[in-house]
């Protein structure tokens, strides 16, 4: 009885919730003990990963049947491309992403990951495949040594201190009295935006997946933390696919391709200087965003009136 009710009140909520902020699937069943809604395959086989070339193949998709949010999309990213999306608030970045991890069937095509369909692998290894470095590092109230070593719970202290330095955390967790030791999350120490980021990258290091998903913070860090930490991103993509699912124009403007999506619909892509020419719906919102960048730079300069 409890395993049918529980579902559907808190915990389908809290469920909903974490599943909606792209976490981890391993981490969103260790917390709340449910199986997934989606099972796999009677003859799954584990992903086999050759360089990590994803194909959405006109994909279909709705949350409800009533109200269809993705149509006809067609994404083809090649193993070691790093590709970004970019649109409007509900546009359906953040669903290309769930959908690559499968926490929900799609209706209509295919997505596959170096030519194998994702319904016909397990989903365990799907998720060993992908590392997501979401808006917001679910942090665990423990210490900051088992919270970087997240999903890999056999990783010695030298390679927990190898991503550390990698996302550059290493030195503020030297600089605590408990170092590595150091209670971290509700209970313990409260990290900042910035540092919770950096965790969140050590642990995505880890694990070292051939994909990445980057689910682009909408929360303002400081300008220079956030260079910091694009730095840090940039890194980490190299020799690997990355997603982006960006909301400031300027940190992808490097990317391969950059993906214009727009109620569900892919409407423009291609490079960043291919769109500006184009001066279709990307060169659009690149002028409003660099217009809006120089107004806080001029508010916040230093002639600025207080
Ligand atoms: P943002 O930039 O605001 O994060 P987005 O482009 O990532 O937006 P999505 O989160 O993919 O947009 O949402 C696409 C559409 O799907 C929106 O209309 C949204 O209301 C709807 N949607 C998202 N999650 C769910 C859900 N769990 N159930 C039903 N509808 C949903």
């Not at 070339?53 to 998709?61: G, N, P, Q, R, T």
């Not at 982006?244 to 490097?254: E, G, N, Y």
Request: charged share 25%; proline share 4%; no cysteine.
């Amino acid at each position: 009885m409890i395993q049918i009710t529980m579902p559907l009140g808190f915990l389908g909520t809290v469920y909903r919730e974490i599943r909606q902020a792209l976490v981890d699937m391993g981490e969103m069943f260790d917390l709340l003990h449910q199986p997934a809604e989606i099972t796999d395959a009677p003859d799954a086989k584990p992903l086999k990963v050759t360089g990590g070339a994803i194909l959405f193949d006109k994909v279909d998709f709705a949350y409800s049947p009533e109200r269809p949010i993705l149509r006809n999309v067609t994404l083809d990213v090649a193993a070691g491309q790093k590709v970004a999306l970019v649109g409007p608030s509900g546009s359906g970045k953040s669903t290309i992403g769930r959908l690559l991890f499968r926490f929900y069937e799609i209706t209509g095509g295919a997505i596959t990951i170096d030519g194998q369909d994702i319904r016909k692998v397990t989903q365990e290894s799907l998720h060993e495949a992908i590392g997501v470095v979401p808006q917001d590092t679910v942090l665990f109230n423990d210490t900051i040594r088992y919270n970087i070593a997240y999903g890999r719970a056999e990783a010695s202290q030298a390679e927990i201190e190898a991503a550390a330095k990698a996302a550059k955390i290493h030195d503020f967790v030297m600089s605590l009295p408990e170092g590595y030791d150091t209670q971290v999350g509700e209970r313990g120490l409260k990290l900042s935006g910035g540092e919770k980021q950096r965790v969140g990258i050590a642990r995505t290091l880890l694990k070292n997946p051939p994909i990445l998903l980057l689910d682009e913070a909408t929360s303002a860090l400081d300008t220079q933390t956030e260079r910091d930490i694009q730095e840090s991103l940039d890194a980490m993509g190299k020799g690997r696919t990355v997603i982006v699912i960006a909301h400031r124009l300027s940190t992808i403007a490097d990317a391969d391709r950059i993906v214009v999506l727009e109620k569900g619909v892919i409407v423009e892509e291609g490079s960043h200087d291919a769109l500006l020419s184009r001066g279709g719906r990307y060169a659009a919102m690149w002028a409003v965003q660099k217009a809006e960048e120089e107004a806080e730079e001029a508010a916040s300069g230093p002639d600025a009136a207080e």
